[in-house]
């Protein structure tokens, strides 16, 4: 057969060509590549043209025929080989698998290195090839055999496969080919689901990949990306990829960004950030194992925001907790327009005294020493112990909208509960005296028949949260429940619980940058309004 194939490549060159095996068996379609214009001008006996190609229409849009394998195509290398036989499968709607191959040492070669070695034959099957594996279930006595329809497998005995050999000029020659499939049905929509098929389109358009990471980074996650690609495809049933490709795609991304760890790459986001303005600050702790514990940070915008609108802060930890159960500290304030503004974030590991001393301080020295009037927070003690300590001349009360979030938890068993919590409030927001909310405060527990410990505390405590004990003072309009509510809203379009610990700096900044964009566009309306002329 070497012979018949010589005599074909001394008479027509190089490329890729077919070796006639059989007098008897049918003909084969001559390929030539390359092959210039000028073969086809002059035409003889002795010369043939290339088949124009059709165009099919395929799961990707409209491409160019693939020609089926058959016994006796020549090809340079084994590669060629692989592509074209991908290729049609593709179009027909299957997956294939490069089996099994021999190799041979080349002379010289350094066989410890593996160097020096080249293939001499290789088998590739249609990806339903062969029979689904069984796998043997150890017991104690005797050994129980799964059979392959416990467990899922693609395999279902289709003989499609092509076999190929190197001659002696070096040229691959398809020496088997069966292409006929059974037991399973391919169709060219079926080629979205390959998974070969669906890598090669991620990196054929990287233009996709950029989508993904720029939706990564504005907070999106991948099933909301994922939607996103399938609308402007016109649904998930023309999509050559599927979501957990996106998936992994983004967790590549972050594992680069990450390979030093976590906390390094949300330090080495710090350097950067401190480069570009020295009025940067951040501060850490680690525990006596080297690991982080609490980690504050607060920025050039923040720090000068702070001297017109520092009167009063609000300080809440019990907004999110991240995958590493750190919860994200907030300080936030008010400025002119109503905004709430961000005043510095912090990272905390356990929630006790020390931490927050330890966080008060250090914003305290930040904030160039100048304590706030008034502070609110939640209900903590270990906040209360840290604030005497380092804000003894602030002015500390808890924020309302904490408590009345706790009525559902503390009082939901009672057998009126509904009736309750509706005058509970009227006691607590109508009352304008002090007096008067006593009186009304009584007048409650006696009709509902209220004895909680919870409650009592509460009412024992009253000067630090009822509105008529504390509406003598500056709050900003802070007190109120919708002030806390948009500031979680106001937070929920950058971080959540599943955010690395570098993304949350990057989200801080994003949070100020679009916090002054606001600010700039009502104070740019109430310019252009000007005053009113008489």
């Known amino acids: 057969m070497e012979g018949i194939g010589d005599e074909i490549g001394d008479e027509i060159g190089e490329g890729s060509r077919e070796v006639e095996v059989e007098e008897e068996e049918e003909d084969f379609i001559w390929r030539y590549e390359p092959q210039s214009s000028s073969d086809e001008e002059e035409g003889g006996e002795d010369c043939f043209t290339t088949p124009k190609k059709r165009m099919v229409v395929t799961a990707y849009g409209e491409e160019e025929e693939v020609l089926e394998l058959k016994v006796g195509m020549v090809f340079p290398c084994w590669e060629e080989i692989e592509e074209q036989f991908r290729g049609y499968a593709k179009q027909k709607g299957f997956g294939i698998a490069r089996r099994c191959g021999t190799v041979k040492s080349v002379v010289g070669s350094d066989k410890e290195k593996g160097i020096g070695k080249e293939k001499r034959n290789c088998l590739w099957t249609c990806e339903c090839y062969g029979v689904p594996e069984r796998r043997c279930k150890a017991s104690d006595s005797l050994h129980e055999v799964i059979g392959s329809g416990v467990r899922k497998s693609k395999k279902c005995q289709c003989p499609v496969h092509v076999f190929a050999s190197v001659n002696k000029l070096g040229e691959w ?17 079926k080629s979205r689901i390959i998974p070969y098929n669906r890598k090669k389109f991620l990196r054929e358009n990287p233009h996709v990949l950029r989508q993904a990471n720029v939706c990564s980074q504005s907070g999106m996650f991948v099933a909301q990306t994922y939607n996103l690609m399938a609308v ?75 001297e017109e609108f520092g009167d009063v802060v609000f300080f809440d930890s019990t907004y999110l907790t991240n995958k ?49 009037i008034g502070i609110l927070t939640d209900q903590d003690p270990a906040m209360r112990r840290a604030l005497r300590t380092t804000m003894s001349n602030t002015c500390h009360r808890w924020c309302i909208w904490h408590i009345l979030q706790k009525f559902s938890r503390k009082l939901g068993t009672h057998v009126e509960y509904p009736d309750l919590k509706v005058d509970l409030e009227r006691a607590i927001y109508d009352s304008l005296t002090c007096d008067e909310f006593e009186l009304n405060w009584a007048t409650v ?49 950058f971080v959540h619980k599943h955010t690395h610990l570098y993304e949350f700096v990057e989200a801080y900044c994003e949070a100020m940058e679009a916090r002054a964009n606001e600010e700039k566009i009502i104070h740019g309306r109430q310019i252009s309004c000007g005053p009113k002329r008489v």
């Not at 069966?178 to 391919?186: D, F, I």
């Not at 905390?348 to 020295?365: P, Y």
């Not at 009412?459 to 948009?486: C, D, I």
Request: charged share 25%; with cysteine.
């Open 173 to 189: 020659v398809i020496r088997r080919a069966v292409m006929v499939h059974e037991n399973h049905h391919p169709t060219p929509s």
């Open 232 to 306: 402007q495809r016109n649904g998930r049933g023309r999509m050559p990829f599927l979501r957990k490709d996106l998936n992994e795609v983004v967790a590549k991304v972050r594992k680069a960004r990450t390979s030093g760890g976590d906390a390094r790459a949300m330090f080495d986001y710090f350097k950067k950030m401190k480069a570009d303005n020295s009025d940067f600050f951040h501060v850490y702790r680690q525990d006596a194992k080297g690991m982080l514990q609490d980690i504050l940070w607060v920025d050039a915008r923040s720090r000068a925001v702070y």
């Open 324 to 372: 590493y159960k750190m919860s994200f500290a907030n300080f936030v304030g008010v400025n002119h327009h109503g905004q709430s503004i961000l005043l510095g974030c912090a990272l905390v590991s356990h929630e006790n005294s020390d931490t927050f001393e330890w966080i008060f301080g250090n914003w305290l020295k930040f904030m160039g020493g100048k304590a706030p």
């Open 445 to 493: 527990m006696e009709r509902y028949q209220v004895d909680d410990d919870w409650l009592e505390g509460l009412y024992a405590e009253r000067n630090m949260w009822v509105p008529a004990y504390v509406k003598h003072l500056f709050w900003a309009g802070m007190k109120t429940t919708q002030r806390v509510e948009s500031i979680n809203s106001f937070f929920d379009q």
